[in-house]
């Protein structure tokens, strides 16, 4: 129930299309969804997120899309660059909590070809 | 403003030994958490401190410990060291225990654990 299951593993887009990362979890208490962007070398950082009171928040070219009837919640990068490339996390979490620790998803690495 | 340092970046211990990590959270932040990230994996909650006292704590053998200081800098311990132990240790920190609605988990850049 604590799992948050990402997928797909690796994604390989063209410059310009549009990349997709999806994530589904199970735990019904979590109530905050932030995405993480992290370049090798670093640590991660916050992209976007989104509570389940809404099922679409964008910014920029990023879009986090949530179904909370599937359990689901998805990312969206619109005109993919090459300075996308990098590696992206789902995580979950509740958001009033005592403890207010993230579980993350295994990640996805995306590559954007010029 | 800085961000969250950690330090040191890269480490190299041998089976059995001890190490200690460091953390110092972006000033105003009084919670810190520790994950640890395994190549290839996304970060695993270790623990989380807030104004000095432990508010939670993940699955980890108690060779795992940590603390936080009045100046809300943290340290992680780890004891008899394992092969499996070599990983990314991750520091985040935040404003507030309960996550208000502005709250965020910032990430330090991390430090590089390897045991031979």
């Known amino acids: 129930q604590q799992q948050v299951k990402q997928s797909p593993q690796s994604l390989i887009v063209q410059k310009g299309g549009i990349s997709i990362i999806n994530c589904a979890y199970e735990?019904?208490?979590?109530?905050?969804f932030p995405w993480y962007q992290q370049f090798p070398g670093k640590g991660p950082a916050l992209l976007i997120a989104i509570r389940p009171d809404v099922s679409e928040k964008k910014e920029g070219r990023f879009t986090i899309s949530f179904n909370k009837s599937a359990k689901q919640f998805s990312l969206h990068i619109m005109d993919s660059q090459p300075g996308d490339s990098a590696t992206y996390f789902c995580?979950?979490?509740?958001?009033?909590?005592?403890?207010?620790?993230?579980?993350f998803g295994k990640g996805t690495k995306l590559s954007v070809k010029p | 403003d800085a961000g969250v340092t950690q330090s040191p970046t890269h480490l190299i211990k041998t089976r059995g030994q001890h190490v200690t990590l460091r953390c110092s959270p972006i000033s105003g932040h009084k919670s810190v958490s520790w994950y640890q990230q395994v190549l290839g994996q996304g970060p695993q909650f270790i623990f989380q401190?807030?104004?000095?006292?432990?508010?939670g704590r993940g699955n980890f053998p108690d060779r795992f410990s940590a603390r936080q200081f009045p100046n809300y800098s943290s340290e992680l311990n780890v004891n008899a060291l394992l092969l499996g132990d070599s990983a990314l240790y991750l520091c985040?920190?935040?404003?507030?225990?309960?996550?208000?609605?502005?709250?965020?988990?910032?990430f330090g850049p991390g430090t590089r654990l390897t045991v031979l």
């Open positions: 995580a979950a979490s509740i958001f009033w909590g005592s403890q207010g620790n993230l579980i």
């Open positions: 985040a920190s935040s404003h507030d225990q309960l996550a208000a609605s502005t709250d965020t988990q910032y």
């Open positions: 735990n019904t208490a979590f109530d905050y």
């Open positions: 401190y807030y104004e000095k006292e432990e508010r």
